[in-house]
Structures are given as structure tokens and as C-alpha cells.
């Protein structure tokens, strides 16, 4: 099972970085954070509440005990500026969805409002209560899954009645964003897409989302949008549609130099159906991964960022990392095993029994999908027959690193920068290479077409 970042673990946004709360109060925005952090808790300076935000009420973790608020023997829960002792105990979606609510009650609907609420479900440990588990799901570890993601609707429902009972729906764009997909390892499905949480593949990191509220134009409402959209993009979109950031030109992300400018674009235009094209054109994943247009260079990342190394994940592999890489069925996991509750005594072995395929290898070098024609990243053009002896990896390979050292450096002009020079790589070694594998068949994408933003 994972195993959460200690609260107490040196760190945190940079604090010369300006966030998105602290920009809102420029348009006097009330402000509140609840649920995980998972930011930073490195000295008092990085507390939420000293960071833009009116209140705030959760755990500064990584992951902590659903039903105790507590990480190992520590108890982990925060109000304001203090430890919150008194109010442990509750089960973590009921507690933080009690506080949403309470947070919307009381609240003056002539004050414009922000709410930044990041569930601890379904996050690790997978823990939930009787009040919400469905005794029809014959699979423990996914009914225990389900039951987490239950009790999560009902949060959103409870706080969407409140909005309307108070009438500011209307006037609201409500976001729903994961961080990434959801651990295909244990007992979350990214079906149709390939791998899941700790993979660059699209199954990792093209994630559920959708919006909705009354600011949306009619028009848009029951929509699919098809284009590309970063999470870091609504930082801009935010700020411009309370009035204090601009939707276009350079945006100072800090308060001190050597700090990157902000990457974000505006996609209120795109959201709102004004404009049918995304702004953006690409982005890195991580360190190991980049996207440009429809093309996307993923250089061995399968669990946590670690290397291949070569390895083969055969069907009697039990490796963890040889099922990052799987493509589930559309129920999975399919199967009990010993009583268990975790993947530490309930493996999911990726074989024909078991709803799933495994095929893992992209070798050391990297692998080159074209989503337009791939979206389940099938067909690796990077090792065709017909690419050149130019397709070399070295370039690639010392872009991406340079992307990971600029998060780092005392100059930088943004984590995006460095990506540009590498899609014009990535953009000439695709018309070297091989024409793009065939579209998928009904077998590759069974009944299901992969995850978009979807408006309400």
C-alpha cells in the first residue's frame, strides 16, 4: 500500500509563489481550504491560512487514517492555525463534508467565494463506513473503492443543494479535477486507458473532470470537449474571470525573482464555447514524459517515476511494477483472494483470468505514441522499421532532465519553457518514423471512449 508523505517532512510551495487564493483576495474573494494538503508543512509561514485562505480545516499529509486523523501515532488535523485534537474521530469524507457545508451556510452570497475542497477520498488508506458501502459489490477491495467514491458524491450533492438554497448557483463554476488516475494496482480502474496513478500513461494522467454550475453558457451544458487542458491552467482562468489576472501576456507567478512566471491559459474561452480550440498545444508530464499536439514521448516511467531497466513482465510476473503499465477490463478487480484487504496479501495478478492485459515493455529508450490514432498507446512509432537512426533518444533524454532541473533552479522562465524546444524534436523524429498504426479497432477500444472534460 502507499505510503503517505509525513506532515512533518521539510518542504512546501515555494512561499515567494503567489497561489491562486492569495490572487482572489485581490478581487476580495473569500477564501477556504478544506480537506488534504499534501503542499508543503515545512514552518507556520506554510499553513493555508497564512497563504491567501480565510480558513482552513484538514491535514497537512500526504494520507493519513480515514477514521482517526491520525499518521502513524501523530494526529494529523488542522484548524486555522492550530492542531484541531477535539475533533477527530469522524470518518474523513463525513467530516470535511459536514465543514464544506457548514462553510457555504454561513457565508454572505453578496461576497464573491472560492472553496478549495480536496477530498481525502479516495486516497489511501482505504478505509470506509457501513453508512455508505454498497453489499452488492462482490469484489471487497472494489466495493471498499466504491463506497469512498459514494460517500464523495454525496459531499458534492450536499454542497450543490446548499449553493442553490442560497441561490448562488447561478453565479458558480464548479470544477471537479482529479490529480491523477486513479491506483489500478489496488482497486481503481482507468478502463479503457492504459496504467493509472504513477505512470505517465494516459490512464495516469488524463483524468476524470468535469464542470458545471450556473455560469455556464446553455450551449455548452451536456458537452464534451475533446482538447487539451492542464490543471495548471486554471490558475489563469480563475484570476481572469474575477477581474485581477490578464487572459493573455506574462503573468509574475511571485512576490521575488528567480521564481518561474506562471504557465497557466486562459480556457474560459474553450469552457465557455466561445472558442472551439485549446490555447494549449502540450506540456511535460513529469521528468520522464512530454506531450505535444497528439504526440506523446513517455521514456520508462512505470511506478513512482522508476526505470524499466529492461525488465520483462511475462504473464507469471508478480512484480508491482509489471501491472503499472495494464489495461484493465471494465470491472477490475475481478477476484478475492485469501480474505485479504490490501494488495499486500491480495495481489492483482495481471494474467488471461483476470480481466486485463499486460504488455509493459517499452525498453529503456522510450516508447512514441500518436494519441490521435492510439489513444489506448498500443503502437510504439519511436521502435517502427522505418524510423531513422536519427530518432535518438539523447536529446529527448537531456530536455527532459533539463524540465526536472528547472523546477530547481535560481532562473527560470517557466516549468513549459523547456518543453518547447523539445516538441520540435519530438515533431521532427514523428515524421521520420513510421506512418501512425491504423485507427483502433472495436476490440481496442471495446465500448468505451477514453476520459474527457466533460461540462454539466
Known sequence: MEQPTPGSSPGGIDLRMTLISQ???????ATHFIGKGHIGAYSNANLP??????????????????????????????????????????YSCDLYGSEVVSVVKKHDPTV???????????????????????????????????????????????????????????????????????????????????????????????????????????SVRGTVLNEMIHVCDWYRTFGVLAGVLPSSGTIRGASGSGVPTVDGLDMWPLVSGANGTSPRTGFPLSQFAIRVGNYKFVNGSVHDHETWNGKVCNRNYTDKDCEMGQWTGPTWPVSNCGGGVGPQ????????????????????????????????????????????????????????????????????????????????????????????????????????????????
Not at 23 to 29: D, F, G, I, P, T
Open 23 to 29: 490572487v482572489l483576495k485581490e478581487a476580495n474573494y
Open 49 to 90: 491560512i497564512n497563504r491567501g485562505f480565510d480558513s482552513h480545516f484538514g491535514f497537512l499529509g500526504g494520507g493519513e487514517d480515514h477514521l482517526t486523523q491520525k499518521e502513524g501515532t501523530l494526529f494529523d488535523l488542522w484548524r486555522d492555525y492550530a492542531p484541531a485534537y477535539n475533533e477527530t474521530g469522524t
Open 112 to 218: 464573491p467565494l472560492f472553496v478549495y475542497l480536496p477530498m481525502h477520498d479516495t486516497h489511501s488508506p482505504y478505509e470506509c463506513t457501513a453508512k455508505w458501502m454498497d453489499p452488492n459489490v462482490d469484489q471487497s477491495l472494489r466495493q471498499l473503492m466504491q463506497c469512498m467514491l459514494t460517500c464523495t458524491d454525496n459531499v458534492v450533492g450536499e454542497v450543490v443543494s446548499e449553493l442553490k438554497a442560497k441561490s448562488m448557483w447561478d453565479n458558480t463554476l464548479f470544477v471537479w479535477s482529479s490529480d491523477n488516475g486513479g491506483p489500478q494496482y489496488w482497486a481503481a480502474n482507468n478502463y479503457p486507458l492504459r496504467g493509472g496513478k504513477g505512470t505517465d500513461f494516459e490512464g495516469g494522467v488524463q483524468t476524470a473532470a468535469f464542470v458545471s454550475g450556473g455560469l455556464l453558457p446553455m
Open 345 to 456: 496479501v491480495c495481489p492483482h495478478v495481471c494474467d488471461e483470468t483476470s480481466n486485463c492485459t499486460r504488455n509493459v515493455e517499452c525498453s529503456a529508450e522510450g516508447c512514441l505514441f500518436d494519441l490521435s490514432v492510439d489513444p489506448l498507446e498500443k503502437h510504439d512509432r519511436w521502435h517502427s522499421p522505418r524510423c531513422s537512426s536519427r530518432c535518438s533518444t539523447n536529446s529527448l533524454q537531456r530536455l527532459l532532465g533539463d524540465t526536472k532541473r528547472q523546477t530547481q533552479g535560481s532562473s527560470t522562465r517557466g516549468v513549459l519553457h523547456r518543453g518547447l524546444q523539445t516538441s520540435r524534436l519530438i515533431m521532427g523524429f514523428a515524421r521520420q518514423c513510421a506512418p501512425s498504426p491504423s485507427r483502433p479497432t472495436k476490440n481496442d477500444l471495446t465500448s468505451s471512449a477514453p476520459r474527457r472534460a466533460v461540462c454539466h
